[in-house]
């Protein structure tokens, strides 16, 4: 029987499993991670993702887990409204939707939904990838070793698949200018509540400070700023030293979310990066999701292209006969990248002044940001921005090469 290695239980590496598994293949699924990786904010189902997941039997699953939203808001230090966009902006197709879940809970119901020809080993990675006439030989950190007939590398942004077989981050890497921390903090009797609105206070010197809906009880809460280089991802102290530092004279309930930050169990720092790479295969290993092309949190694209990225190249294998036959998987690994690459190109071409409207430098800069959040929503704009949005859709929701098989509940 066909054996894949997927290294990175995320969004990308979980549904190429579950999807690899309905066609026939055994996997295996390699997570760092001690657990199933949980935190995250919001993400997106239009689009692509409602469509691969109701491929996959999954939607109504999501449905369920929607978070109730009534919009985005742009407020002052004082909590008053700069601007507004409710979910109803642009017929339901704005920067802020009714069908958004936590990324939490799409990447629990993916993993749930994998079967007994998933394997999945967490605290696991590899430490060198070898080829051989048949398989590659993957040496695990734990000591183990094991021939594969295919490896994916869906281990995120920071993948150690893409710096074993293409070299260093640095070389792939885009950074844009912005760092992001983000946690769930658990509301107390006297939290201020959100009613539903996500708001965001921007202060000069290119700072956000957001706050939105999570699970009843919960707010997600992100911190953004300009920087390119962080601590090390184990020094969270320094982690939380400079963010203290960066933050101090900000207003709204800045100094609350510092402090909660400290104790949030799912606290995380990263910088917004894009990945571009010229290539994601070699022979029998290749990379999906964030690790072949990060988008940036930005793009708002990177769990629909995680889903259409395994969508495709489940089908691409499918379509060359694996896994009963594996001898044209390079074959099918190409053919996957030429399919997906012009959606991933597309996205990675951010909006003009997106970065700088996320955490404008100065007041004058944070007014014409809310000015101009009002302006798209006026009754001359609409026409424009409506047509954007469905060209852009119709980009984004073409259907795969080949169909993967799906679940019985499709
Ligand atoms: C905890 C978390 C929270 C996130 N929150 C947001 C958010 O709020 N907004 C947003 O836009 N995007 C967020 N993202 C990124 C978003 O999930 C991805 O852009 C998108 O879903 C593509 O997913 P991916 O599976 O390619 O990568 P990821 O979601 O990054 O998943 C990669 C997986 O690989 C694992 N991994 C990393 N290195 C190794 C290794 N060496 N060996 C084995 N496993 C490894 C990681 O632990 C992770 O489980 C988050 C990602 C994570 C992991």
Redesign the pocket.
């Given at each position: 029987m066909a054996h894949a290695l997927v290294?990175?239980?995320?969004?990308?590496?979980d549904t190429l499993a579950l999807l690899m598994e309905r066609d026939g293949w055994t996997v295996t699924v390699?997570?760092?991670?001690p657990t199933l990786?949980?935190?995250?904010?919001t993400?997106d189902l239009r689009g692509d993702s409602r469509e691969v997941l109701q491929r996959a039997g999954l939607l109504q699953q999501a449905l369920n887990r929607l978070v109730p939203q009534r919009g985005a808001a742009w407020i002052d230090a004082h909590e008053r409204r700069l601007a507004e966009m409710p979910v109803e902006a642009f017929d339901g197709r704005g920067y802020v939707s009714r069908e958004e879940l936590l990324?939490t809970d799409l990447a629990r119901i993916i993993h749930e939904a994998t079967g007994p020809g998933v394997t999945h080993r967490f605290g696991?990675?590899?430490k060198a990838l070898q080829d051989t006439e048949t398989g590659v030989l993957a040496h695990f950190r734990s000591g183990t070793q094991k021939k594969f007939d295919l490896v994916v590398g869906?281990?995120?942004?920071?993948?150690?698949v893409r710096t074993l077989r293409f070299g260093p981050e640095e070389t792939y890497r885009k950074p844009l200018g912005l760092a992001h921390a983000?946690f769930t903090l658990t509301e107390r009797p006297e939290t201020p509540p959100l009613d539903g609105w996500f708001l965001t206070h921007n202060a000069p010197g290119r700072r956000a400070v957001e706050a939105r809906p999570g699970h009843p009880g919960h707010q997600e809460v992100g911190l953004t700023f300009a920087t390119d280089t962080l601590p090390p991802r184990h020094d969270r102290q320094a982690q939380h030293a400079l963010l203290e530092r960066t933050f101090a004279d900000v207003g709204w309930r800045t100094a609350e979310f510092l402090a909660a930050a400290r104790h949030a169990d799912?606290f995380?720092l990263d910088t917004f990066d894009q990945i571009h790479t010229p290539r994601w295969s070699t022979g029998r290993i290749v990379l999906?999701?964030?690790?072949a092309w990060?988008a940036s949190?930005l793009s708002g694209l990177?769990?629909a292209?995680?889903l259409r990225g395994a969508a495709e190249l489940a089908a691409a294998l499918h379509a060359a006969g694996a896994p009963d036959d594996t001898s044209r998987t390079p074959a099918a690994l190409t053919a996957f990248e030429q399919t997906m690459r012009p959606r991933t190109t597309s996205a990675q071409q951010l909006l003009p002044g997106r970065v700088a409207s996320m955490a404008p430098k100065s007041a004058l800069g944070i007014r014409i940001n809310a000015l101009a959040m009002r302006a798209l929503q006026s009754k001359a704009a609409r026409p424009l921005i409506r047509k954007a949005l469905a060209d852009s859709e119709h980009g984004r929701t073409t259907t795969p090469t080949a169909e993967p098989r799906t679940s019985p509940a499709t």
């Open positions: 290294v990175g239980a995320g969004i990308a590496g390699a997570e760092i991670a990786r949980t935190g995250g904010q993400v990324r696991e990675t590899v869906a281990d995120g942004a920071h993948s150690t983000w799912d995380a999906l999701g964030d690790s990060c949190p990177g769990t292209l995680a």
